[in-house]
C-alpha cells in the first residue's frame, strides 16, 4: 500500500504580539514566537485508521489545518495525495472532507437534506450519483428521521452525525476529523465511534482522527500518533502502544470487612506473584482483579515521560 | 414612595454604569452622529448659499442634533419585552415585590441616558464646531436638553408597550419598524416639519410624534414659554394614553400569568 | 472555462434557491418584511421631494436627479444585499473560524463567502428602485439601458468597497464594527443629493469615500449619456473591483499564515 499523507519536518510558528493594545503596541510592536508544530514527520498509508492524541495546546489541530490546506507551514513539507495541500487548495478539496468538531458546515436555519444539496452542488455531483450516495449514507448513519429538520433543532450528537454525512458526500479518500466526539454524552460518543469506523472499513478511507478520549482512539483507529509541544514523542500501533505499557499491573482486592484495596505493581521489580502473595498474607480476600492499566493512565504516564 | 424611587433607580443605575462601558456601541454612535451632522451642516449650507440665509445650518444642524439624541439612543425595549413574554422569563417575577414592566423601563432608561447625554457633550461640540453658534441662549439649553430627555424618555415608554403588545401580536418587530418610520416621517427627524406642506402637517398634528419629537426639538431654535408650555401639554396627554394602554396590557398580563402560571 | 463557469452559476442559483427557502419558512414575515423596506425607502424619497419642493434645486440637482439617484442606489444595494451578504459577515467568519469551512471547499472562498448570507426584505429596494426609475421620467429605452449599466458599476463599486472593509479583519482583531460603521458612512454619504459635494468634499467622495460612483457619476451618466462619463465609471468599477480582489487575496494569505492575530 501506498503513503497517502506524507509528512517532513512540518513545522509552525506562530508570531504573537506580546503587548497588548494601547499606543504602544501599536508603534514598538514586540513578538514573541510560538511554537505551535516542531518539525513533525509521519507517514499514513492509504485506508489507516490513525488517531492524533495531545494534550491541549499540543498542534493536533494546527496540523490538522495544514493538512487540509487551510494553513501554510512555516517550514517543512507535506504531501497528501501526491499533493502538496497549501499550494492545491481547490484540487485537493475534491478528495478530502474535514469535520471540526467545534463548528458547524451545514447551513444553521436549513433543513439538513437542503444542506446536503448544497454540499452536493459545491461538489459538482450530479443529481443521480448524488441521490445514491446520499441514501447510502443515510442508510449508514441513521440519520433518515433528521433529513427535514434544520440544523438549529438539532441536538450535539444528531448534529455530529450529520456533519460527518456531509463531509463524506463527495467520497473523500481521507477524512481529518478534530475532536469529533467533543461535548457528546456517553451513547451518543458510541454511536459516533461505532459509525465512523463502519463507513471508513466499508470504503477505505483513511481516517486521521484527534480526540481527548481515548475510547475514541481504542474503539477506532488501529495506529496512534501522540505529539507534545508540536514533537512526534509516539507513532506506532495501538496494539504496540499497549504492550510497552504492559508491566503494570493494577490489583484490586477486597477484604472480609467489605474494604477494596489498590495496588499498582510494576512487574519489572516486582513479579506479580509476589504482589499477590504479599496481599494475601495482608488481608482476607474475599474478591480479586488484576488488570491492565486503562489506556488513559498509559497517555498520561507518556505525557510524563516527555 | 422614596423607596419605589431608590429600587427602581438601582436598575437605571446598573444599566446606564454598563451603557457607559459598552465603548464600542457609543463610539459607533458617535461615529454615525458625526457623518450625519457632517452631511447635514453640508446640505444646509449649500442650501444657505443659495438663499442668502447663512443660519439655515446653524438652526437645522441643531435641531438634526437633538431630534438623533432621542431617535439614536433609544435601547431595544420592545425586543427585550417581547424576549421576555415569550419566553416566560416574567413569570419568575409575578412573586417578587417588584413591578416587571417597570424594572425593564428603569433599566431602559438608563441605557437610554447614557447615550442621549454622550451623544448630548460631544456632539454639542461638533455642532458648534461645524456652525460656529447655537440657534439659543444658553440659559435656555438646562430647558431644552430636560424637555427633550423627557421626550426620549416617552419615546422609550412607546416601546416598551410595543414590547407588551407581544401579548396579540405575533410579530412586535414590524410593528416596532413601522412605528420607526411613522416617527420618521411625522415626527420630522431629520428636517423640522416646518418646512414640509401644510395638509402633511394637518395629518402629523394628529400623531404623538408631532408634540414628542417635532415640537419639543424645535425649542432648539424656537424657544419661547408659550411653545415650551404647549410641547409639555401635548407631550402630557400622549403619555397619559400610553400609560393607560400599558396599565391595561400589564393588567392583562399578569392575570393570564396568575392564570395559566407563565 | 466556460464550463466552469456554467457549473458556478448553476451553483450560484441553487443556493439562491435555499435563501428563498428559508426565507419563505414564514411567508408572511418575508413579505411585511419586504414591504416595510418599500415603505421606509419611500418616506425617505417623500422626504427628498419636500426639500426640492421648498428650493426647487440644490447646486443644480432636481427632484429628479434625486430619483435617479434612488433608483441606481437602491439597486446596489439590493444586489449587494440579495446575493452577496456573506461579505459583510467576513469579519465574523474569520473570529469564529467559519472561514475555514470555505477554505476547504473546492469552490473559490469568496464565491461561498458572498453567497453565504442574503437578505429577503431587500427585495424592497429593488421594487424602490423600479420605482423611482418610473417617477424619475427617465424612460426611454437608451436611458433604460444606461440605469441598468450605471447600476451594475455602482454595484461592483458598492460590494469592492463593502469587501476592503470586511477584509480589514484579516489584519487586525474584531473589526466587525468598525467595518459596519464606515460601510454605513459610505450609504449614507451616497444617499444625499451628490451636488452638495464640491471641492475637497468632492475628491473625498470620489476616493476614500468612493459614494460619489453610486450616486453623481451613475446619475450624470443617465443624464448626459457621454462617453468620457461612461469610461469613468466603468474604469471605477474594474479599478475597485481589481483592489478589494487583491486586498482580500492578500488578507487570506496573512489568514492562511496563521499571522492574523496581534493578540490571542
Ligand atoms: N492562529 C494562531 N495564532 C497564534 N497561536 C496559535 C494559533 N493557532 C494555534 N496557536 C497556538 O498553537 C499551539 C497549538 O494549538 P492547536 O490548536 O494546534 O492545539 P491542539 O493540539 O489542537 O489543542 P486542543 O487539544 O486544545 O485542541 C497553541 O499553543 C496555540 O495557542
Ligand atoms: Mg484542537
Redesign the interface.
Known amino acids: 500500500m501506498t503513503d497517502i499523507i506524507k509528512v517532513d519536518r512540518l513545522c509552525k510558528k506562530f508570531r504573537l504580539k506580546k503587548n497588548a493594545a494601547g499606543l504602544k503596541g501599536l508603534f514598538h510592536p514586540e513578538y514573541k514566537t510560538v511554537t505551535a508544530v516542531d518539525r513533525l514527520s509521519f507517514n499514513i498509508k492509504e485506508g489507516e485508521r490513525v488517531a492524533f492524541i495531545g494534550p491541549n495546546g499540543a498542534g493536533k489541530s494546527t496540523t490538522i489545518k495544514m493538512l487540509s490546506s487551510i494553513l501554510h507551514p512555516t517550514s517543512g513539507t507535506a504531501e497528501v495525495m501526491g499533493l502538496i495541500p497549501w499550494e492545491n487548495r481547490r484540487r485537493l478539496a475534491y478528495h478530502i472532507g474535514t469535520v471540526f468538531g467545534q463548528r458547524s458546515q451545514l447551513w444553521y436555519n436549513l433543513p439538513v437534506q437542503d444542506s446536503f444539496g448544497l454540499i452536493g452542488k459545491i461538489y459538482g455531483l450530479d443529481d443521480i450519483e448524488f441521490r445514491r450516495r446520499l441514501s447510502k449514507l443515510v442508510r449508514l448513519f441513521e440519520i433518515r428521521d433528521l433529513l427535514g429538520h434544520p440544523t438549529r433543532s438539532l441536538s450535539l450528537g444528531q448534529r455530529m452525525r450529520c456533519e460527518i454525512v456531509a463531509s463524506l458526500i463527495h467520497r473523500p479518500q481521507i477524512l481529518f476529523l478534530d475532536e469529533p466526539t467533543i461535548g457528546l454524552d456517553v451513547t451518543a460518543k458510541e454511536i459516533i465511534r461505532n459509525l465512523v469506523k463502519k463507513q471508513a472499513l466499508e470504503e477505505n478511507t483513511t481516517l486521521l482522527l484527534t480526540s481527548h478520549d481515548t475510547d475514541d482512539m481504542e474503539k477506532v483507529c488501529d495506529r496512534v500518533i501522540i505529539i507534545n509541544k508540536g514533537r512526534l514523542i509516539f507513532d506506532d500501533s495501538i496494539h504496540a502502544l499497549k504492550e510497552s505499557y504492559l508491566n503494570k499491573k493494577y490489583i484490586e482486592v477486597t477484604d472480609d470487612s467489605g474494604a477494596k484495596i489498590k495496588t499498582v505493581v510494576d512487574t519489572k521489580t516486582t513479579p506479580v506473584k509476589k504482589a499477590l502473595d504479599e496481599l494475601v498474607q495482608k488481608y482476607h480476600i474475599t474478591d480479586i482483579t488484576v488488570e491492565n492499566p486503562p489506556m488513559e493512565e498509559i497517555i498520561k504516564e507518556i505525557y510524563r515521560r516527555d | 414612595m422614596t423607596e419605589t424611587l431608590l429600587k427602581y433607580g438601582a436598575f437605571f443605575r446598573a444599566a446606564f454604569k454598563q451603557g457607559l462601558l459598552n465603548r464600542g456601541m457609543l463610539s459607533g454612535l458617535l461615529f454615525f452622529l458625526f457623518i450625519l451632522l457632517f452631511i447635514y451642516n453640508r446640505l444646509w449650507e449649500v442650501i444657505g448659499i443659495q438663499d442668502n440665509n447663512s443660519s439655515l445650518n446653524t438652526i437645522y444642524i441643531w435641531y438634526l442634533l437633538f431630534a438623533e439624541m432621542i431617535i439614536l439612543s433609544l435601547p431595544k425595549p420592545d425586543r427585550v419585552l417581547t424576549d421576555d413574554i415569550r419566553s416566560g422569563t416574567m413569570a419568575y417575577y409575578i412573586n417578587k415585590p417588584i413591578s416587571f414592566f417597570l424594572m425593564r423601563y428603569a433599566e431602559a432608561l438608563g441605557s437610554m441616558t447614557v447615550s442621549f447625554l454622550v451623544m448630548g457633550g460631544v456632539g454639542s461640540l461638533m455642532t458648534l464646531s461645524l456652525t460656529g453658534v447655537p440657534p439659543f441662549e444658553w440659559r435656555y439649553f438646562p430647558l431644552i436638553i430636560i424637555m427633550c430627555w423627557l421626550s426620549s424618555a416617552i419615546n422609550v415608554l412607546f416601546y416598551c408597550g410595543i414590547g407588551l403588545s407581544a401579548l396579540w401580536l405575533e410579530s412586535t418587530r414590524t410593528l416596532a419598524v413601522a412605528v420607526e418610520r411613522l416617527a420618521f416621517i411625522f415626527g420630522g427627524a431629520i428636517f423640522p416639519l416646518s418646512i414640509y406642506p401644510d395638509w402633511f402637517v394637518d395629518i402629523a398634528r394628529w400623531t404623538p410624534f408631532y408634540s414628542v419629537y417635532y415640537l419639543t426639538i424645535k425649542l432648539v431654535y424656537d424657544f419661547s414659554w408659550t411653545n415650551l408650555f404647549e410641547a409639555a401639554v401635548l407631550n402630557s396627554l400622549w403619555t397619559v394614553l400610553i400609560v393607560g394602554f400599558v396599565g391595561f396590557a400589564y393588567h392583562h398580563l399578569n392575570k393570564k400569568v396568575n392564570i395559566y402560571g407563565g | 472555462m466556460a464550463d466552469d463557469f456554467i ?1 458556478t452559476l ?2 450560484f442559483f ?2 439562491q434557491k ?1 435563501h428563498f ?2 426565507a419563505f ?1 414564514s411567508v ?2 418575508a413579505l ?2 419586504v414591504v ?1 423596506m418599500l ?2 425607502n419611500l ?1 425617505f424619497i ?2 427628498w421631494w ?2 426640492f ?3 426647487g434645486s ?2 443644480g440637482w432636481d427632484f429628479s436627479d434625486m430619483l435617479l439617484l434612488n433608483a441606481v442606489m437602491n439597486n446596489a444595494f439590493a444586489i449587494f444585499a440579495l446575493f452577496a451578504r456573506g461579505i459583510q459577515a467576513l469579519p465574523e467568519y474569520i473570529d ?3 472561514l ?2 470555505y ?6 472562498p469568496l464565491f ?1 463567502i458572498a453567497t453565504s448570507e442574503s437578505t429577503f426584505a431587500n427585495w424592497g429596494d429593488l421594487l424602490t428602485g423600479l420605482i423611482c426609475w418610473i417617477l424619475s421620467g427617465y424612460t426611454d429605452l437608451l436611458s433604460f439601458a444606461l440605469m441598468i449599466y450605471a447600476s451594475l458599476c455602482a454595484t461592483a463599486v458598492l460590494i469592492s468597497y463593502r469587501l476592503l472593509v470586511s477584509s480589514l479583519a484579516f489584519f487586525a482583531g474584531d473589526t466587525q ?1 468598525l467595518g ?2 464606515i460601510f ?2 459610505f450609504i ?2 451616497s444617499s ?2 451628490a ?4 471641492g475637497w ?1 468632492k475628491v473625498m467622495f470620489l476616493s476614500i469615500i468612493p459614494a460619489g460612483f453610486i450616486s453623481l457619476i451613475p446619475v450624470m451618466l443617465i443624464k448626459t449619456a457621454a462617453l468620457p462619463v461612461f469610461l469613468f465609471l466603468s474604469g471605477a468599477a474594474v479599478l475597485s473591483i481589481v483592489i478589494s480582489a487583491a486586498f482580500f487575496r492578500f488578507g487570506l ?1 496573512r489568514y ?4 492574523r ?4
Request: zero cysteines.
Open positions: 457549473k448553476k451553483l441553487y443556493i435555499s427557502k428559508t419558512l408572511g414575515d411585511s418584511n416595510i415603505i421606509n418616506s417623500f422626504m419636500v426639500i419642493h421648498n428650493k440644490i447646486n469564529n473560524g467559519s475555514d469551512n477554505l476547504v471547499s473546492p469552490q473559490r461561498m464594527k459596519d460603521n454605513m458612512a449614507t454619504f444625499q443629493p451636488s452638495i459635494f464640491t468634499y494569505k492562511a499564515s496563521g499571522n492575530f496581534g493578540v490571542r
